[in-house]
């Protein structure tokens, strides 16, 4: 009997999605920042975070990261104001399983 299991699936189907495209680099920004936020060697574990200051880590990642020329450069996403990405961002991540 030849049954095959399916690590991704469902929710987690699309896991990789946010680390191709144009806004990988913000992704790996955002996850690394807030990984370090939540596990670095400055974390506070005695301290809930709230969906602001994820939005804060996200602003404060994206500035700092590039977004790459692989498509169009009139995206909707690339006129978007760096909150409004940020929360973009948030949403993306959140859909493929990365935060909840």
Same mark, same amino acid.
């Given at each position: 009997?030849?049954?095959?299991?399916?690590? &991704?699936?469902?929710?987690?189907?699309?896991? &990789?999605?946010? #680390?191709?495209?144009?806004?990988?680099?913000?992704? *790996?920004?955002?996850?690394?920042?807030?990984? #370090?936020?939540?596990?670095?060697?400055?974390?506070?574990?005695?301290?809930?975070?709230?969906?602001?200051? *994820?939005?804060?880590? &996200?602003? +404060? +990642?994206?500035?700092?990261?590039?977004?790459?020329?692989?498509?169009?450069?009139?995206?909707?996403?690339?006129?978007?104001? *760096?909150?409004?990405?940020?929360?973009?961002?948030?949403?993306?991540?959140?859909?493929?399983?990365? *935060?909840?």
């Amino acid at each position: 009997m030849d049954t095959q299991e399916l690590f &991704f699936k469902d929710r987690t189907f699309n896991f &990789f999605g946010p #680390l191709t495209g144009r806004y990988r680099e913000m992704a *790996v920004a955002c996850i690394r920042n807030l990984y #370090l936020r939540l596990n670095g060697p400055e974390a506070d574990y005695s301290y809930h975070m709230t969906r602001a200051d *994820v939005l804060d880590i &996200f602003v +404060s +990642s994206i500035r700092s990261a590039p977004a790459l020329d692989d498509e169009a450069p009139a995206a909707a996403e690339a006129r978007m104001p *760096v909150p409004d990405r940020a929360a973009w961002m948030l949403r993306k991540l959140a859909d493929a399983g990365w *935060v909840e």
